[in-house]
């Protein structure tokens, strides 16, 4: 049996099948084998594309990902799966961030989450939503407070 089998991931190492609008059942996560450490984990997905639920029109964007694990990690063939999910569904760039955020939070439960979209301009606009969350009752609820304030736009 390897780890893969240990850890119930499902989509590693498969033919992958991409899914035709959210879905957020397609995450799977495994063991972080380094609780004794807090350390960042980042991922960058510089070809999302969501819809406008208003128009119907395509939304890029880059999405980027930093988190502070607690007990378990996404694995990233199923976030990939994940935010590819997001090209025939329809919601404004500050909801796409937002739902991120939140189902990578349930899913994992990390110490701290931030997700940034970069989204390319439409009418001339460029629009940068930020979301982050950190364990309530802890010192990375506080880190959220504190780079949520310190935070710049790009």
Known sequence: MNSRDT?????????????DDYAPEVLETFQNKHLENDYWV???CPEF???????????????KIMYIPGERM???KSL????????????FHE??????????VRLMEPKYIEVTGLFTPRGGISIYPYANYGRPGTKYETLAE???AARQCV
């Open 49 to 63: 594309t969501s819809l406008c639920p208003i128009t119907g029109q395509p939304d890029f964007a880059e999405i």
């Open 146 to 148: 504190q780079r949520l």
């Open 80 to 91: 990939k799966l994940y935010l590819f999910s997001f090209r025939n569904h329809g919601d």
């Open 95 to 104: 909801d796409c961030v937002n739902i991120i955020m939140k189902d990578l």
């Open 74 to 76: 996404v694995e990233s």
């Open 7 to 19: 850890e119930g991931l499902q989509a590693l190492g498969k033919k992958t099948e991409y899914r």
């Open 42 to 44: 980042q991922f960058n």
